[in-house]
Structure formats: structure tokens, C-alpha cells
């Protein structure tokens, strides 16, 4: 999730980012509970702000690990210390300070975002911190060199290839249309899709749009006259919905399939319900729906209890980077270069994928995962090396 | 390439002429205005905006009897939304002509002034919108768009060529030209029109020969208002969904057209706005869809450079009596 959705948390005023600013990380409060003792595991993100709705979701899936762990009456229990970002780097670098010197968290679950992440990179590793984003997916981040950073997502890098190696197995295409308006994660997002199809002896076609542009004739009788077996759009769902409408009354049958910035249920609503079926989407996140099965089910079940609405986005990833630490905790480790000597070798089977980091911080299962709108529902088919299209 | 362009060229007419009629609807309440006062009225864009959300706040009130087949009740649904679009965009532009701009007339402010004032408005329509009204509208907050169902059916009626023409492109391009035709026969039959094309040729003589100027701006206002009205409410059956700068590039578009054919002549609209629908899609042919907006304003220019007062000539006045 990148491009215009962090670029829109920037636009807000500079005054209500102040006072909010003062309010945020009020989740602190004493630690000394009883014998046992506690360690402080901070969250940071955007969780009042615009893009608030991708993050709530990874905050609700660790606050139940803990919840969970602490449950349990361990030796030493763990305390979520929340710290509200808005997104913004510049209130993620004071707030680091913070959790830092005042709170003395020995270990963040985040931050959310990839702007924010880059900010307070190095005053982590200097403070020798470990941190595991679930939901920042800008690839440059694991070129800085910092030991102390994990995330437990793919990064932008692993889509494109991923959404396009999919199709390849599940249609055989001969003959590909990719199309995107023209904001920077759609446009990056297209190009490494054509690139893929181009490697794999898939011919391309593709055409752009402008992103406030509405009327998609042009574009619908290119797609037509090109006919082609699959169609990848690269952009954000409000595009997508009236794009999909308008291939679909212009007579275009091939299937359609989009990243991330167009998984949202307002995909549907914008194309119509007859429009949008079928369509795929995928993304690393993985979000179980009603009927999944297994370890997912159980988490389902769980923080459809805990956090009183269905799984969103991120909130097992969210759920994952908690536990990472949890096992770490339960462990003896305590001080973040410990707990930072643990992560090397964590490797357990979390709820969205295995659990394990490369040297960079990296995942080692860099998973994307497949959906597809079913019935006028967004339904997850599974990791794409295992998903099957219905259909 | 050629097999590209012969494969393309009938489907991006049709197209080309679809949404060249809803720019020349738009076009009609610049060139109206721009005739009469001598003001490009910026905030037209948003009495547009207004128009489709007329339209969508009807479809959704009756969306359950919605008919999605062709028959009396469809007809009467696209007779309602035109008419309520139209009501509720003329009565915006009347207000905002009301607020906005005649009390710097009365006071004498410089054309400089009305400007600002209109994109001023243009800018607090669109917030409120994206704020207050469209939250409150879809139950959603953020800055979303809102959809609307479907009451025209996509059929296919005939084929010219490859290109299938579907029952909503006759729909829009008819409504658009028999809008058209009544407004212009408004302007150069009635009396009000007279007194729209006095004042345009001469707002001093036109008092003297005892036309009231504030009712005939009101009055044009009113009217290209109602234009945008209609065409919002046709852009609304054919896009089936709007968002708070739905006005912006639609609004520049039909600005542009309006010159293009003629600034102040209101068959130079009709004529602009179409030329630029087609150029638009032709040109996306060869170059891709991204070029569309390169390629509508070079033409401009170029028009411009051999005709700098557009293909019909510019003003009102001239329409025949």
C-alpha cells in the first residue's frame, strides 16, 4: 500500500496533527503488575488518521496475540504500548524518542506504513529496537542495511510478478492487456506485471488512463479489438469499479485482475454486482473469509470475538509480528538484543504464512495471496502457488 | 497500426460522440454566461457535479421499481432524472449567481474579482460536498464516490461496422441534441431570448430599450444551469457513479469545447463539443488513452492559431432572430 494513499495522510493540517499528536501513545500507563513482570512492546501506525482503516486492523490482530499470551499468566507478561503515527514520518521520528527513552519498549510491531518505517529506521537500530512492520511493502526498505528491521509481508516487488505468474498457470494466456491510470504505484504495479508476461512469451498489449478521467471508451475498444485471454489492471479500486463496468457492457468477457489498491469491498459496490464477479485480486496480504478452514478458521472465530468485526486487512500479519515476539519473551529474552538474537532464528508456522527472516529482514515466504469476487463477496483462494480460480 | 486504426475507429466514434454531447450540454452554460456577462463562470463545473447528484439521489430513492428493460417506465425515469438534474442545477446556478456574483456587479468590482468569486465557489461546492453531502449521502466517511443502479439496458440496437450502438448512446446523444434544439429556438423565438441577445450585444442599450439585466442574467444562469442539469443526469445513466470533482476535467473539457466552436455561440457548443469528443478517442487510437487531454488541447491551439475566435465565431448576439 503505497503512492497516493500515504501521500493523502500528508495533506492534513498541520494543527490537527498537534493535538492529536498529544494525544497519542496514551496507551502507556503503569507496567508493574503483581511478581511477574512486564516488557513493553510498542505499535505504531496510523490509527486515527485517513488510512487508519488498514492499520486498525494489523493493531487489533497483535493486541489479541497478547491478550492471548497474557491470558496464560506467563512469568514475564507483555504490554501493548500503542503509538498513533497518523502515517506521518515526521510524528513517527518524536514519538520513537518517546517509546525509546520514556516507555523503554524493548521491541515495535511496525510501523504500519513505508514512509514512516524509512523515518525512524536508523534511531531503531541505534537503539538496537527490533522492529517487524506487518503491513509496509516498499521494497527499498530492505536495502538500508539495518539489522534491527523485519517485516512479515512481500514486498511491491513480489506482486506484479506474483499476480502475473498466477494468471499464466491458471489460464494459459497467449495474449495479455495491461492497463493502469497514471499514479505511481499503478503505473509501477502495471509495468512489472507486462514484464513478467513479456519473460514468459506472453504478448502485451497495454493502455493508460488519467486517474480522474471516467469515460474508458477509448480503452474499452482497444481491449475489444486486442482480445485478449486475460486483462491486469494496476490501480485503486474507485478506477477499477467504473473501468470493469465498462469493459463488461462493451462486450468484454476475458477475466480482469488488479493488486492490493483495488482489494476493498468498494470494488464491488462501484462496478455493480454482475460487473465485478470474477474479477481476481491479489495481494501479500492475507485476509481469511467466512469460510476458510483450520488455523485460519480459529483465527477467524477469534477476532471476530475479540475485535467484534470480521478480519481485515493486515490483521494477521499484524497477528504474526506479535507472536514473533511473544516466542521471544517466552524465550528469557527481554532486552531488545536478545529478543533481536531470537528473531534470527524464529521459525514457526504463523497464521498468514511461516514465519522466518532472511538476513535483511525480509520474510522468508514472500506469498501472495489470491481472491477472487464470488456472489458479490471478495473470497480468498488461497496463496497463489496454491489457489485455484473458480470459474 | 492500420489494423489497429480500422478495428478502432467506429467504436471510438461512438464513443467520441457520447460524451462529445454531454461536453456540449456543459459548454452551453460557459458560452451562455461568457455571451451575456463576459465571465467565464468557473463554478459551472460543480452546478454539473450537482446535476448527477440530483440524478443519484432519485435513482437511489426509487432503485427497488427501478425497471432495467426498455419501456414507458424507463423513458419515465430518464424524463425525471433530466428533469429534477435540471431543476436542481438551474436553481444552484441561480443561487450562485445570487450569492457569488451579483453583489460585486452591483458594487462595481472588476471582471478580475467575478473570477475569483466563481472559483472560490468552485472550490467550497466541490468541499461541501466531499465533506458533508457525499457521506451523508453513501453512509460512508472519506472522500468516496457513490454509485448509481442501472435503469437503462445495455442492448445493442445496431451495428455500424464493429462498432455496437447501444440503447444508452442514442439515448444521450438524442436527449443531448433535442435540449439543444429547444434552447436554441428558446434564445431566437421567444421574447426572453431576445432580451438575452440584446443584452449580450449591448447591455447599456438593452436597460434603455427597458430589458431588466438582473432578470436576464438570472434567467441565463437559469438556463445553462438546466443544460448542465440534463447533462449530468445523462452522464449519470451512462457512467453510473459520480464523485465530488466529477466537474473538474469534465468542466475544463466543455470550457475548452466552448471556445473551440466559438465562445458565446451556442451552436459553436454543440459543434465543439463534439469535435472534441472525437478528436479525444481518434487520437487515443494512435497514441493510448493517457494522451487523450495532450491531444484535445493541441487541438485547441491549433484551431485557435488559424481561428482565434473558434471554429463558428464567437457571439450570442449574432444568433439569427
Given at each position: 500500500m503505497s503512492g497516493a494513499r500515504l501521500g493523502r495522510v500528508l495533506v492534513l493540517a498541520a494543527a490537527a496533527s498537534l493535538v492529536l499528536g498529544a494525544c497519542a501513545g496514551g496507551g502507556g500507563g503503569s507496567s508493574s503488575g503483581g511478581d511477574a513482570t512486564t516488557v513493553k512492546i510498542g505499535f505504531m501506525g496510523d490509527l486515527t488518521g485517513e488510512n487508519s482503516a488498514i492499520v486498525i486492523p494489523p493493531r487489533n490482530g497483535a493486541k489479541m496475540a497478547i491478550a492471548e499470551y497474557n491470558a496464560k499468566n506467563p512469568k514475564t507478561?507483555?504490554?501493548?504500548?500503542?503509538?498513533?503515527?497518523?502515517?506521518?514520518?515526521?510524528?513517527?521520528?518524536?514519538?520513537?524518542?518517546?517509546?525509546?527513552?520514556?516507555?523503554?519498549?524493548?521491541?515495535?510491531?511496525?510501523?504500519a506504513f513505508s514512509g514512516e518505517s524509512k523515518a525512524i529506521g536508523a534511531q531503531l537500530e541505534e537503539n538496537k529496537i527490533p522492529s517487524i512492520s506487518p503491513s509496509a511493502t516498499n521494497p527499498g526498505l530492505a536495502k538500508n542495511g539495518w539489522k534491527y528491521w523485519h517485516r512479515v509481508v512481500a514486498n511491491d516487488n513480489d506482486q506484479g510478478p506474483g499476480i502475473a505468474e498466477f494468471l499464466i498457470k491458471a489460464k494459459s494466456p497467449k495474449k495479455a492487456f495491461v492497463l493502469s491510470d497514471d499514479q505511481e504505484y499503478s503505473v509501477g504495479l502495471a509495468e512489472a506485471v507486462a514484464k513478467t508476461f513479456k519473460d514468459k512469451g506472453v504478448a502485451v498489449e497495454t493502455d493508460k488512463f488519467a486517474k480522474d478521467a471516467s469515460d474508458y471508451s477509448s480503452t474499452v475498444s482497444k481491449v475489444k479489438s486486442a482480445n485478449p485471454d486475460v486483462i491486469v489492471y494496476g490501480g485503486y479500486y474507485a478506477q477499477l469499479g467504473r473501468l470493469l463496468k465498462q469493459?463488461?457492457?462493451?462486450?468484454?468477457?476475458?477475466?480482469?485482475?488488479?493488486?492490493?489498491?483495488?482489494?476493498?469491498?468498494?470494488?464491488?459496490?462501484?462496478?455493480?454486482?454482475?460487473?465485478?464477479?470474477?474479477?481476481?485480486?491479489?495481494?501479500?496480504?492475507?485476509?481469511?473469509?467466512?469460510?476458510?478452514?483450520?488455523?485460519?478458521?480459529?483465527?477467524?472465530?477469534?477476532?471476530?470475538?475479540?475485535?467484534?468485526?470480521?478480519?481485515?486487512?493486515?490483521?494477521?500479519?499484524?497477528?504474526?509480528?506479535?507472536?514473533a515476539f511473544i516466542k521471544a519473551v517466552e524465550g528469557g529474552n527481554t532486552t531488545g538484543e536478545k529478543i533481536m538474537d531470537f528473531l534470527k532464528t524464529v521459525n514457526f508456522e504463523g497464521v498468514s504464512k511461516p514465519i522466518k527472516f532472511k538476513d535483511n529482514g525480509e520474510p522468508e515466504a514472500n506469498s501472495i495471496f489470491i481472491y477472487q469476487v464470488k456472489g458479490g463477496v471478495l473470497k480468498l483462494l488461497g496463496p497463489s502457488a496454491e489457489a485455484k480460480l473458480e470459474g | 497500426m492500420l489494423q489497429d486504426f480500422l478495428n478502432q475507429i467506429l467504436p471510438s466514434t461512438v464513443g467520441g460522440l457520447v460524451i462529445g454531447s454531454i461536453y456540449a450540454l456543459v459548454a452551453l452554460g460557459y458560452t451562455m454566461?461568457?455571451?451575456?456577462?463576459?465571465?467565464?463562470?468557473?463554478?459551472?463545473?460543480?452546478?454539473?457535479?450537482?446535476?448527477?447528484?440530483?440524478?443519484?439521489?432519485?435513482?437511489?430513492?426509487?432503485?427497488?421499481?427501478?425497471?432495467?428493460?426498455?419501456?414507458?417506465?424507463?423513458?419515465?425515469?430518464?424524463?425525471?432524472?433530466?428533469?429534477?438534474?435540471?431543476?436542481?442545477?438551474?436553481?444552484?446556478?441561480?443561487?450562485?449567481?445570487?450569492?457569488?456574483?451579483?453583489?460585486?456587479?452591483?458594487?462595481?468590482?472588476?471582471?478580475?474579482?467575478?473570477?475569483?468569486?466563481?472559483?472560490?465557489?468552485?472550490?467550497?461546492?466541490?468541499?461541501?460536498?466531499?465533506?458533508?453531502?457525499?457521506?451523508?449521502?453513501?453512509?460512508?466517511?472519506?472522500?468516496?464516490?457513490?454509485?448509481?443502479?442501472?435503469?437503462?439496458?445495455?442492448?445493442?440496437?445496431?451495428?455500424i461496422g464493429n462498432a455496437a450502438v447501444r440503447l444508452d448512446h442514442v439515448i444521450v446523444i438524442i436527449a443531448a441534441v433535442l435540449v439543444m434544439i429547444a434552447l436554441d429556438q428558446t434564445v431566437s423565438k421567444t421574447r426572453i431570448g431576445r432580451g438575452i441577445r440584446a443584452t449580450a450585444q449591448d447591455p447599456e442599450a438593452a436597460v434603455l430599450m427597458g430589458v431588466s439585466i438582473d432578470n436576464i442574467v438570472r434567467v441565463t444562469f437559469l438556463l445553462g444551469g438546466a443544460m448542465a442539469g440534463v447533462a449530468g443526469a445523462l452522464y449519470l445513466m451512462?457512467?453510473?457513479?459520480?464523485?465530488?470533482?466529477?466537474?473538474?476535467?469534465?468542466?475544463?473539457?466543455?470550457?475548452?469545447?466552448?471556445?473551440?466552436?466559438?465562445?458565446?455561440?451556442?451552436?459553436?457548443?454543440?459543434?465543439?463539443?463534439?469535435?472534441?469528443?472525437?478528436?479525444?478517442?481518434?487520437?487515443?487510437?494512435?497514441?493510448?488513452?493517457?494522451?487523450?487531454?495532450?491531444?484535445?488541447?493541441?487541438?485547441?491551439?491549433?484551431?485557435?492559431?488559424?481561428?482565434?475566435?473558434?471554429?463558428?465565431?464567437?457571439?450570442?448576439?449574432?444568433?439569427?432572430?
Open positions: 507478561k507483555i504490554e501493548l504500548v500503542e503509538y498513533d503515527s497518523q502515517g506521518k514520518p515526521d510524528q513517527a521520528t518524536s514519538l520513537i524518542t518517546k517509546a525509546v527513552g520514556t516507555d523503554k519498549i524493548v521491541g515495535l510491531i511496525g510501523p469493459l463488461r457492457d462493451g462486450g468484454v468477457t476475458a477475466i480482469v485482475a488488479s493488486g492490493d489498491g483495488s482489494l476493498d469491498a468498494q470494488l464491488i459496490s462501484g462496478a455493480g454486482q454482475a460487473a465485478a464477479e470474477g474479477a481476481v485480486l491479489a495481494c501479500p496480504c492475507n485476509i481469511p473469509s467466512a469460510d476458510v478452514t483450520g488455523n485460519l478458521k480459529t483465527f477467524f472465530d477469534n477476532y471476530k470475538k475479540s475485535a467484534n468485526a470480521d478480519p481485515a486487512i493486515y490483521s494477521t500479519e499484524g497477528y504474526d509480528a506479535a507472536t | 454566461v461568457y455571451g451575456v456577462l463576459r465571465l467565464i463562470n468557473f463554478a459551472h463545473s460543480e452546478i454539473f457535479m450537482i446535476g448527477t447528484f440530483a440524478s443519484l439521489v432519485l435513482l437511489t430513492a426509487i432503485a427497488p421499481a427501478a425497471p432495467a428493460t426498455f419501456g414507458i417506465a424507463m423513458i419515465g425515469t430518464l424524463l425525471l432524472c433530466m428533469v429534477v438534474s435540471a431543476i436542481a442545477s438551474g436553481g444552484a446556478a441561480v443561487l450562485l449567481e445570487t450569492v457569488a456574483y451579483r453583489p460585486l456587479r452591483k458594487r462595481g468590482a472588476t471582471k478580475l474579482a467575478a473570477l475569483i468569486s466563481a472559483i472560490g465557489a468552485s472550490i467550497f461546492l466541490q468541499e461541501l460536498f466531499a465533506l458533508e453531502i457525499i457521506p451523508w449521502l453513501t453512509d460512508k466517511p472519506g472522500r468516496n464516490q457513490a454509485s448509481a443502479p442501472r435503469f437503462v439496458p445495455r442492448d445493442e440496437l445496431f451495428h451512462e457512467i453510473e457513479n459520480t464523485v465530488f470533482n466529477v466537474g473538474f476535467v469534465l468542466g475544463i473539457k466543455a470550457f475548452t469545447a466552448a471556445v473551440l466552436g466559438g465562445i458565446g455561440n451556442l451552436r459553436g457548443a454543440l459543434l465543439g463539443g463534439i469535435v472534441l469528443g472525437l478528436i479525444e478517442n481518434w487520437g487515443a487510437i494512435f497514441l493510448g488513452s493517457q494522451w487523450k487531454d495532450v491531444i484535445a488541447f493541441t487541438v485547441l491551439v491549433i484551431v485557435l492559431m488559424f481561428r482565434p475566435t473558434g471554429i463558428l465565431g464567437e457571439s450570442l448576439q449574432r444568433a439569427r432572430a
